[in-house]
């Protein structure tokens, strides 16, 4: 190399590249930095938002599970239903005259008033 350069070279590297390389060092670790607080935002508000929708979906099953009937219910409600309805259309066909049909082991006798 020539002895001539040396003072230049060294001149460049101390008053340009050692400051644009730290200033590059500065960026980087700045970019970093702010990726990792939005991530943690982030994080937090996605932890929240999934406990949120947890609760709400517990939510929803107990209320599910307090307001619906079950298949067993609903089939013993319909049984006695069909069985009132029956009663009530064999006091009709008495008051009417007509002959009592005998439905479902259903007596009219105990109806006729």
């Given at each position: 190399?020539?002895?001539?350069?040396a003072?230049?070279?060294?001149?460049?590297i101390?008053?340009v590249?050692?400051?644009?390389?730290?200033?590059?060092?500065?960026?980087?670790?700045?970019?970093?930095?702010?990726?990792?607080q939005?991530?943690?935002?982030?994080?937090?508000?996605?932890?929240?938002?999934?406990?949120?929708?947890?609760?709400?979906?517990?939510?929803?099953?107990?209320?599910?599970?307090?307001?619906f009937?079950?298949?067993?219910?609903?089939?013993?409600?319909e049984?006695?239903?069909?069985?009132h309805?029956?009663?009530?259309?064999?006091?009709?066909?008495?008051r009417?005259?007509?002959?009592?049909?005998?439905?479902?082991?259903?007596?009219?006798?105990?109806?006729?008033?």
């Amino acid at each position: 190399m020539d002895p001539s350069l040396a003072p230049a070279l060294t001149w460049w590297i101390t008053m340009v590249e050692l400051p644009v390389i730290g200033a590059l060092f500065w960026m980087l670790w700045r970019i970093r930095r702010d990726t990792e607080q939005a991530l943690d935002a982030e994080r937090r508000r996605a932890d929240a938002a999934m406990a949120a929708l947890t609760q709400t979906v517990a939510d929803y099953k107990l209320e599910v599970a307090q307001t619906f009937a079950s298949v067993a219910d609903v089939n013993e409600v319909e049984r006695r239903l069909v069985g009132h309805l029956l009663r009530i259309e064999a006091k009709l066909d008495y008051r009417l005259g007509e002959a009592p049909r005998v439905r479902a082991g259903l007596d009219p006798e105990p109806y006729r008033s």
